[in-house]
């Protein structure tokens, strides 16, 4: 309903690009109510690529049964296995708005749920294929500041506490591997989900409430 190749090449382009790599990254336009946005180097998402099959042999990788952020899990987890990424500079992709998609309604907390569960699962499986640790912890500790924006931007809803239960495993992870992370890490993660608020909740405390939850 709102996934669309670019062009009849996009296919064409990417598989031209894998050889000798692990993962091939198109650019992508995204549409939004508001206009057009261009992404090059994206790789956050499923969106515009084409993955190795031998890659994903090597390491047993494969998709949850999970029906919300089961494919950014599969591409975090794709992702942290470190593989060698060739950028194409061609347009791809276009994700074309549409109001009815399910990833254009609004917020629901039961999405943030699944989007917690599939964090959780990812490093699980990361953990258990011996993937570098600090990488594990920076994709971490980049979900709770997200989730934590998410939770200072919606304290006046009423379920708002639900995320301190959905977070405990979570926070608890993070805590046991933060000694990884530089302040200037923290800093450089923090910054990519500025909400533009000031927050009545630090994230400190954010992540005891959690905890101790």
Known sequence: SDDLLYNKFSIEKLYNSISGYDLAVGAIIDEREEGYYYFQNHVGCLHGKLYSREFINKYNLKFNDTRSNEDNSFNRL???GQPRIAYVNDEVYLYKYNVNSLTSTSFK?????WYIYNVNWCIENAVSRNFDMYLIIRYVFSSIVYIYNVYVCNLNNKRINLILD???ELVIFYEKYAYLLSSNDKLELYREYDCNIIPDVSLNEFL????DN
Not at 109 to 113: A, H, I, T
Not at 208 to 211: A, R, S
């Open 109 to 113: 907390f039961d999405d943030l749920k």
């Open 166 to 168: 959905w977070m405990n």
């Open 78 to 80: 794709y992702l942290l």
């Open 208 to 211: 005891k409430i959690c905890k």
